[in-house]
Nanobody
Framework: QVQLVESGGGLVQAGGSLRLSCAASGRTISNYGMGWFRQAPGKEREFLGACAWNGVTIYYDLSVRDRFTISRDNAKNTVYLQMNSLKPEDTAVYYC????????????????????WGQGTQVTVSS
């Protein structure tokens, strides 16, 4: 019922910035918490953080919380991931996800238990 499409990935040098977008269609995201994940080759999927329906953001990954910013625009049905001071270890496929509002939605999302996934966008950071 909800389709998520990520965009904005690409190749960037260390220290640079990228802004990823996740555009939703099918229904409004106003009733969903929206999160960002990443997965590097040969590694498990990593939960970065999420933005609730009211705009409150929780950053989960300690390695990115001072460099990445999650935001949402419900009017545009879009969630964003602003990435600054990028490092080579940030290289991964980045995914957005949606979880329907509920008392345990954040805990479930941290485990990768979500209602909808995007198909991902590649981010490559060179030295």
């Amino acid at each position: 019922q909800v389709q998520l499409v990520e965009s904005g990935g690409g190749l960037v040098q260390a220290g640079g910035s990228l802004r990823l977008s996740c555009a939703a269609s099918g229904r409004t995201i106003s009733n969903y918490g929206m999160g960002w994940f990443r997965q590097a080759p040969g590694k498990e999927r990593e939960f970065l953080g999420a933005c609730a329906w009211n705009g409150v953001t929780i950053y989960y990954d300690l390695s990115v919380r001072d460099r990445f910013t999650i935001s949402r625009d419900n009017a545009k049905n879009t969630v964003y991931l602003q990435m600054n001071s990028l490092k080579p270890e940030d290289t991964a496929v980045y995914y957005c996800a949606a979880a329907l509002r509920g008392s345990n939605w954040y805990t479930s999302m941290s485990r990768g238990d979500v209602d909808y996934w995007g198909q991902g966008t590649q981010v490559t950071v060179s030295s």
